[in-house]
């Protein structure tokens, strides 16, 4: 069939804007040879692709079918070639990134909708995990990068620090704790305690921190990530020692958060990387845009918002 790309990008212009003059200058070209490309397209497919009248123009019953499947011809062709050139550019292509949950939905989420803003064409896949499986993904190059609170000293990896934050306790407003300032481990103790499993990296990292304090809490319920225990803690099932990001706003109707002293116990989260490992432009971009911010856990819990 005698027709090229030109033609088929003037119809789709004539079919999105029904103005053969408005079609004719999004394409750059004179109203005459824009009708000529039209002209020279419906005849090599032998039908009639627009009814035109003096002000307007629409498209035929056939027209409309070409457009649909043109529309999703020429959107691949243009993804492909953006792809193409931008693999130079970091502006188009696929990132993993691995975070662990509390970090997605109170950090990571917002940062990649303003990244993606920037980059609209980035394509940004996230496995969200544990901190042990964060870890590995990284370790095993499933991942380009991660997002995770433990790999500081851990070998063949690379850790950049972005934030610290505290251990706040969760409870209701309606539970005795909630009128306090500050509420010690011991205090906490005294109350049904609800803590993530013995396999959790915060876990872990409260054991470690809360090993020689005395009358520390002892679990009642046990579960598997933050966001349950909060539900929990919602649920009136007792408090929780939780990360302070992952906290609700100040505005929530029935939790609340408390700071916890003796000891103050921090967990940072930070960037981890395979050492060694070069990252592709388009990864390079999204940790560099990640490193740059300066986060405060306040800062962190208003974007939330």
């Given at each position: 069939?005698?027709?090229?790309?030109?033609?088929?990008?003037?119809?789709?212009?004539?079919?999105?804007?029904?103005?053969?003059?408005?079609?004719?200058?999004?394409?750059?070209?004179?109203?005459?040879?824009?009708?000529?490309?039209?002209?020279?397209?419906?005849?090599?497919?032998?039908?009639?692709?627009?009814?035109?009248?003096?002000?307007?123009?629409?498209?035929?019953?056939?027209?409309?079918?070409?457009?649909?499947?043109?529309?999703?011809?020429?959107?691949?062709?243009?993804?492909?070639?953006?792809?193409?050139?931008?693999?130079?550019?970091?502006?188009?292509?696929?990132?993993?990134?691995?975070?662990?949950?509390?970090?997605?939905?109170?950090?990571?989420?917002?940062?990649?909708?303003?990244?993606?803003?920037?980059?609209?064409?980035?394509?940004?896949?996230i496995l969200d995990a544990s901190?042990?499986?964060?870890?590995?993904?990284?370790?095993?190059?499933?991942?380009?990068?991660?997002?995770?609170?433990?790999?500081?000293?851990?070998?063949?990896?690379?850790?950049?620090?972005?934030?610290?934050?505290?251990?706040?306790?969760?409870?209701?407003?309606?539970?005795?704790?909630?009128?306090?300032?500050?509420?010690?481990?011991?205090?906490?103790?005294?109350?049904?305690?609800?803590?993530?499993?013995?396999?959790?990296?915060?876990?872990?990292?409260?054991?470690?921190?809360?090993?020689?304090?005395?009358?520390?809490?002892?679990?009642?319920?046990?579960?598997?990530?933050?966001?349950?225990?909060?539900?929990?803690v919602e649920a009136g099932l007792?408090?929780?020692?939780?990360?302070?990001?992952?906290?609700?706003?100040?505005?929530?109707?029935?939790?609340?958060?408390?700071?916890?002293?003796?000891?103050?116990?921090?967990?940072?989260?930070?960037?981890?990387?395979?050492?060694?490992?070069?990252?592709?432009?388009?990864?390079?971009?999204?940790?560099?845009?990640?490193?740059?911010?300066?986060?405060?856990?306040?800062?962190?819990?208003?974007?939330?918002?």
């Open positions: 069939m005698k027709f090229d790309l030109h033609d088929l990008i003037a119809f789709r212009a004539a079919a999105e804007l029904s103005n053969f003059r408005k079609a004719a200058e999004a394409v750059h070209i004179s109203q005459p040879a824009f009708s000529r490309r039209i002209d020279k397209l419906e005849q090599a497919l032998g039908v009639k692709l627009f009814e035109r009248t003096t002000r307007r123009v629409t498209l035929t019953a056939v027209g409309r079918e070409f457009a649909r499947k043109i529309g999703l011809l020429l959107d691949e062709l243009d993804e492909t070639l953006l792809t193409v050139r931008g693999v130079g550019t970091g502006r188009m292509g696929e990132v993993t990134v691995s975070s662990v949950p509390s970090t997605v939905y109170y950090f990571l989420s917002q940062v990649i909708h303003r990244y993606r803003e920037r980059y609209p064409k980035l394509r940004v896949k901190a042990n499986e964060v870890l590995a993904a990284v370790s095993r190059g499933e991942s380009d990068f991660g997002l995770n609170f433990i790999g500081s000293s851990e070998p063949g990896i690379e850790f950049r620090p972005l934030l610290e934050e505290r251990f706040v306790a969760a409870c209701r407003r309606d539970h005795p704790l909630a009128r306090r300032r500050e509420v010690s481990w011991s205090q906490l103790a005294a109350h049904d305690f609800i803590a993530v499993a013995k396999s959790s990296g915060n876990r872990l990292l409260l054991d470690q921190a809360l090993a020689r304090v005395k009358d520390r809490p002892q679990p009642v319920y046990e579960a598997q990530h933050v966001t349950t225990l909060l539900g929990l007792g408090v929780a020692a939780v990360p302070s990001i992952a906290m609700p706003g100040p505005d929530h109707p029935l939790l609340v958060s408390v700071p916890l002293v003796d000891p103050v116990v921090t967990r940072r989260i930070g960037l981890i990387t395979r050492q060694g490992r070069r990252l592709s432009p388009e990864a390079q971009q999204l940790y560099d845009f990640l490193a740059e911010m300066k986060l405060t856990p306040r800062a962190v819990r208003r974007r939330s918002r």
